[in-house]
């Protein structure tokens, strides 16, 4: 089986300069700004960058064939080696439907990009950094397929929302 691939759904870095980012984007390379999320206050990828994304914006500029380049804004100044560090920096590759989605995942599971080491490296990270247990029984894939699933269950064993 391989992925079927639709093409580049985005590709996403950050930056703190993004008024110079627009600028070489649609000024120099004449690539139109088409989407701008604004991200809710409270940051809503904790740890996928170094720093705090809340508030912050994503913009998105159209590079042909419908394939995107998307910039967050970070508000904060990056450390040196952020560069080194990959984190906020992704490729995103669009698949025709939630059904190809989904043997994507198998696939990637199946070939061992996702393997059991790695889901103990992130549960590991996951209770250092939130300071949560994650039990054998809490180790099922619904808990880890997508990132609102993830920060979800992360609430849930920290007790936010049930205050």
Not at 8 to 14: E, I, L, Q, S
Request: proline share 5%; net charge negative.
């Amino acid at each position: 089986m391989t992925i079927r691939a639709a093409g580049c759904h985005h590709m996403a870095f950050v930056t703190n300069k993004m008024d110079e980012t627009v600028d070489f984007y649609t000024n120099v390379l004449g690539l139109p700004l088409v989407v701008t999320l604004q991200l809710p206050p409270q940051d809503p990828f904790p740890g996928a960058v170094w720093g705090d994304l809340g508030g912050a914006k994503h913009y998105f500029f159209d590079i042909g064939n419908g394939d995107r380049i998307a910039f967050f804004e970070f508000h904060e100044e990056l450390p040196e080696n952020y560069a080194q560090m990959g984190a906020g920096n992704h490729l995103a590759i669009a698949v025709p439907s939630e059904t190809a989605l989904d043997e994507a995942r198998q696939h990637l599971l199946a070939n061992g990009i996702l393997d059991s080491l790695g889901v103990l490296d992130l549960v590991g990270y996951l209770e250092q950094e939130f300071g949560i247990t994650v039990a054998d029984e809490d180790l099922i894939p619904e808990h880890f397929e997508t990132l609102r699933r993830l920060t979800s269950f992360v609430e849930e064993r920290q007790g936010v929302g049930s205050r």
